[in-house]
């Protein structure tokens, strides 16, 4: 089965007309709800991300404390794979 990993910034913002379309398509959906602290899967564990938007900003939301260096730990492996794409 086919996994996504859906990023949520907040709960009121959610996925909608996309989580009727993955589950049609019968793939899995994590939800990650990033305003409530919770933890970055490992991007070796899904096929497809989709980071949804919020009502605020891009520049408004703070990244909880470890994160960002989880995301760049990750970029960094993610990089390193043949044929990885940027």
């Not at 996994?3 to 007309?17: D, F, S, T």
């Not at 919770?38 to 980071?51: G, I, M």
């Not at 949804?52 to 408004?60: D, E, F, Q, R, S």
Request: net charge negative.
């Amino acid at each position: 089965m086919t996994r996504a990993c859906l990023l949520q910034r907040i709960r009121c913002e959610p996925p909608g007309i996309f989580a009727g379309m993955l589950s049609e398509r019968a793939i899995g959906i994590n939800t990650v709800e990033l305003d409530e602290g919770s933890p970055l899967p490992d991007w070796r564990d899904v096929d497809l991300v989709l980071a949804m938007g919020g009502p605020m900003g891009v520049n408004t939301f703070q990244i909880p404390a470890g994160s960002n260096l989880q995301v760049s730990r990750q970029r960094r492996d993610h990089d390193r794979q043949p044929g990885a794409v940027a």
